[in-house]
T-cell receptor, first 109, second 113 residues
Framework: DAKTTQPPSMDCAEGRAANLPCNHS???????VYWYRQIHSQGPQYIIH???NNETNEMASLIITEDRKSSTLILPHATLRDTAVYYC??????????FGTGTSLTVIP | ETGVTQTPRHLVMGMTNKKSLKCEQH?????MYWYKQSAKKPLELMFV???????ENNSVPSRFSPECPNSSHLFLHLHTLQPEDSALYLC????????????FGQGTRLTVV
């Protein structure tokens, strides 16, 4: 699986959009980009995933660059409950995920 | 609630004990797996089962023994563990199909004393 690079930490003001970047320059053509988050001591929560096109669901939007070497997860209106570690993962199937260290997002009141 | 249930949520065991962790999913998924998360470390994939067959064992010590009796249930049998095995053990499930997401349980917090 392709490796990913994420900033170790970010802050975001409550109510503002949180934009979390991820670099995956070695991604191959059949690998999807997945985003998960983990609130302290809980199981990772699935957020969104995509292959080439931008995706949106009730939680977030995923923007993938045209060359697919990077992506951005957007939380449109961050709340205090969005404080968590966010993981960007690339992989082919849903059962071979290799997690990195992620980005620790802190939403500030 | 993700549809993946793990029991117990917390477990304290001695190094000579034998215990089992249980995972159950009713999502109709055909792949299940165990992850380990030690303090301040990334999640580590331990075992993968597809259609009840073990397809991945990432160099996990034999004191951890998985069992998958059917597509809905997964166990992790523990025996003669070490204090460094204390961690959060997470179960997940998914369809074994390209482009599908995995859903995680809330984990079992294991402490070996």
């Amino acid at each position: 699986d392709a490796k990913t690079t994420q900033p170790p930490s970010m802050d975001c003001a409550e109510g503002r959009a949180a934009n979390l970047p991820c670099n995956h320059s070695t991604i191959s053509g059949n690998e999807y980009v997945y985003w998960y988050r983990q609130i302290h001591s809980q199981g990772p929560q699935y957020i969104i995933h995509g292959l080439k096109n931008n995706e949106t669901n009730e939680m977030a939007s995923l923007i993938i660059t045209e060359d697919r070497k990077s992506s951005t997860l957007i939380l449109p209106h961050a709340t205090l409950r969005d404080t968590a570690v966010y993981y960007c993962i690339v992989g082919r199937t849903g059962n071979q995920f290799y997690f990195g260290t992620g980005t620790s997002l802190t939403v500030i009141p | 609630e993700t549809g993946v249930t793990q029991t117990p949520r917390h477990l304290v065991m001695g190094m000579t004990n034998k215990k089992s962790l249980k995972c159950e999913q009713h999502l109709g998924h055909n792949a299940m797996y165990w992850y380990k998360q030690s303090a301040k470390k990334p999640l580590e994939l331990m075992f993968v089962y597809n259609f009840k067959e073990q397809t991945e064992n990432n160099s996990v010590p034999s004191r951890f023994s998985p069992e998958c009796p059917n597509s809905s249930h997964l166990f992790l049998h523990l025996h003669t563990l070490q204090p460094e095995d204390s961690a959060l053990y997470l179960c997940a499930s998914s369809q074994d199909r390209v482009g599908t997401e995995a859903f995680f349980g809330q984990g079992t917090r294991l402490t070996v004393v």
